[in-house]
């Protein structure tokens, strides 16, 4: 037996953790210091720009089309198993493009994209008026690009039914556990350093009167899925990587009425704002992004908020009459000084690293969780 230890259960540990369930000969147990989905995952809004990213070879277009063809079978799939619904919209990503927008580069991104397999289409706005007569599309707007296979999934949903169909299949999960340090970098079977806040999940450690547990476990396999906790997890194994918080704030909104044409309910996405539909007259919309200043933390900027609502009610007015109902704010894991995501190995050890995935974690967790389990039985 394989014993595989994740820390951290966001989308992306969640996603580790059930991949890695379909093998019998791994037993895998995940750590996280809060429940599932609290943490960037808990923020998102699950949009997925795969096929109308600009992104077309290497890692970086494989992990995104790795992941959308795996998103197609993991959603029935995880709702036959668990029973529960998560929301999926399969309608696709319409995005607005203004003025100065160079749409001869999306032509070529069309032909690249026929030729890998994908649909990609460029709408004059007679088309973009007529399929969506609730947008304002003031002078600025000259074209759009729908492209119909890209999606966006609820992630906290996604994350608890991935959470529950690990289960089932024998993975561990405990949670209210926080590891503290790692050790053995160089060890075939690293030790991860746990205090467990009262939940007794390790049998040899004592209560020492406090409600905190200290123990040392040994595995075979560590997967640090930690998000931004990821930096001080590979500090204490003086092998420091880098991840920084990018602030992002979101709003959601509920309308009185539908809106004009409620068949066709893709995602809009318009100068980095995304409205988001949901069930019920409801929507996200977001987010800002929101960099530290001077390195310290990032205070949610209230003219950021402003600005999004603002641009929102510009391009779709109704939002005007409808009611906020939330306003969040979430914090993405950037790698500082290397490209989105880190999925890797710490040296020689058997410890790998899978965090960092800035602004497309939702995106790209099936085909890291793939590249992991590659990693781990190759
Ligand atoms: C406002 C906003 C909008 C976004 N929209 C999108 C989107 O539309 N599409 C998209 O693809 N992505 C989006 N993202 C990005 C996405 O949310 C992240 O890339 C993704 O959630 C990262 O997942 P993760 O599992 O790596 O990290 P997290 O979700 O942050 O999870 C890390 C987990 O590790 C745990 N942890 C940390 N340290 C320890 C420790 N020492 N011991 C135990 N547990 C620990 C934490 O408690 C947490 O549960 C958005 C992010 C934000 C903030």
């Known amino acids: 037996m394989v014993r595989v230890a994740i820390i951290g259960c966001g989308i992306v540990g969640a996603s580790i953790a059930f991949e890695l369930s379909n093998y019998p000969e791994l037993k895998v147990t995940v750590f996280d210091k809060q429940p599932p989905a609290q943490a960037s995952t808990g923020a998102a809004l699950g949009v997925l720009m795969g096929v109308i990213s600009h992104k077309t070879k290497g890692r970086n277009w494989q992990l995104r089309e790795t992941s959308l063809q795996r998103y197609e079978t993991l959603i029935p799939e995880l709702?036959?198993?668990?029973?529960?619904?998560?929301?999926?919209?399969?309608?696709g990503i319409l995005m607005l493009c203004a003025e100065g927008e160079d749409l001869s580069k999306w032509e070529k991104l069309k032909a690249t994209r026929q030729s890998q397999g994908w649909d990609l289409e460029i709408w004059d706005l007679e088309q973009v008026r007529d399929r969506n007569p609730h947008l304002n599309l003031n002078d600025n707007i000259?074209?759009?690009i729908y492209s119909p296979q890209d999606r966006q999934v609820d992630p906290t949903a996604l994350t608890l039914a991935l959470v529950d169909?690990?289960?089932?299949?024998?993975?561990?999960?405990?949670f209210g556990v926080e590891v503290t340090g790692l050790m053995g970098g160089q060890d075939a079977h690293p030790t991860i350093n746990l205090i467990s806040c009262g939940t007794g999940i390790l049998p040899v450690a004592e209560d020492c009167g406090t409600g905190i547990?200290?123990?040392?476990?040994?595995f075979d396999w560590l997967i640090i899925a930690?998000?931004?906790g990821s930096s001080a997890l590979t500090a204490s194994l003086n092998q420091l990587i880098d991840i920084r918080p990018v602030l992002g704030q979101a709003l959601h909104f509920r309308?009185?009425?539908p809106l004009a044409n409620s068949d066709f309910t893709p995602v809009i996405t318009c100068d980095d704002i995304h409205i988001v539909p949901l069930e019920n007259q409801e929507y996200w919309v977001g987010a800002t992004v929101e960099f530290s200043?001077?390195?310290g933390e990032i205070q949610a900027n209230a003219e950021m908020?402003?600005?999004l609502f603002k641009k929102a009610i510009a391009l779709c007015p109704a939002l005007a009459a409808a009611t906020i109902i939330k306003q969040w704010s979430g914090l993405r894991p950037r790698p500082e000084r290397r490209s989105a995501p880190i999925i890797d190995r710490l040296g020689n050890s058997n410890i790998l690293i899978a965090s960092g995935h800035y602004r497309n974690g939702v995106l790209l967790a099936p085909a890291t969780a793939q590249t992991i389990r590659e990693m781990i039985l190759q």
């Open 226 to 228: 930690a998000g931004l």
């Open 293 to 295: 200043e001077n390195g």
């Open 213 to 218: 547990l200290p123990v040392a476990e040994k």
């Open 305 to 307: 908020l402003d600005g």
């Open 255 to 257: 309308l009185q009425n």
């Open 165 to 174: 169909a690990a289960k089932l299949k024998g993975v561990n999960f405990e």
């Open 79 to 91: 709702e036959a198993m668990t029973g529960r619904k998560i929301p999926f919209n399969k309608q």
């Open 142 to 144: 000259i074209a759009a």
